[in-house]
């Protein structure tokens, strides 16, 4: 293998013993005596915390009215499965029971018609729009107490 190593040309041997006589673009190994100037201290940043405010506001609106929605589709999923007569000893079904039970607040047996069915559908749905509802007034409460125009 070494046999095949390749031989540098007498040319590029020649090239490499005499010095170049063009200005080197390397840069200089040596120490340079000027010093470079300190960059100046930026200014402080000013904080517009009117605009922190309302985004903060905004955000925890958004983030009330994601809740209110969720409640109320745990509360429709759970009317869903009354009326479609869902299994009871399936994960999910008992799952949403579960929640749903929780979050019906008052307004479980606030209507007491015949049938199961009815029942479910009146009371868990007044339920939902009432999840609905709050969420929007809170939300909108939060915005304006944060200032946010929307």
């Known amino acids: ?12 041997e020649a090239t490499r013993a ?16 000027q010093r470079r100037p300190e960059p100046e201290p930026a200014p402080p940043r000013k904080v517009d ?3 922190v405010r309302e985004r903060a506001a ?3 609106a958004g983030v009330v009215r994601w809740v209110g929605l969720l409640f109320a589709l745990v509360l429709v999923l759970h009317v869903v ?15 949403v029971n579960d929640v749903s039970d929780t979050l019906v607040v008052g307004f479980k047996d606030m209507f007491t018609p015949e049938g199961a ?3 479910a559908l ?7 729009v009432f999840w609905l509802v709050v ?12 200032g946010s125009s929307l």
Do not use: C, K
Not at 1 to 12: F, G, I, K, N, V
Not at 18 to 33: E, G, H, I, L
Not at 81 to 95: A, H, W
């Open 117 to 119: 069915q009815l029942r």
């Open 135 to 146: 969420s929007a007034i809170l939300a909108r409460i939060i915005r304006r107490v944060g």
């Open 18 to 33: 005499v010095p170049s006589t063009q200005p080197s673009t390397q840069p200089s190994t040596q120490p340079s005596t």
């Open 1 to 12: 293998m070494a046999e095949h190593a390749q031989q540098p040309d007498d040319e590029d």
């Open 58 to 60: 905004g955000l925890t």
């Open 122 to 128: 009146v009371n868990y749905g007044i339920a939902a």
């Open 81 to 95: 499965f009354v009326i479609g007569e869902g299994n009871p000893d399936n994960g999910i079904v008992s799952f």
């Open 49 to 51: 915390w009117r605009a």
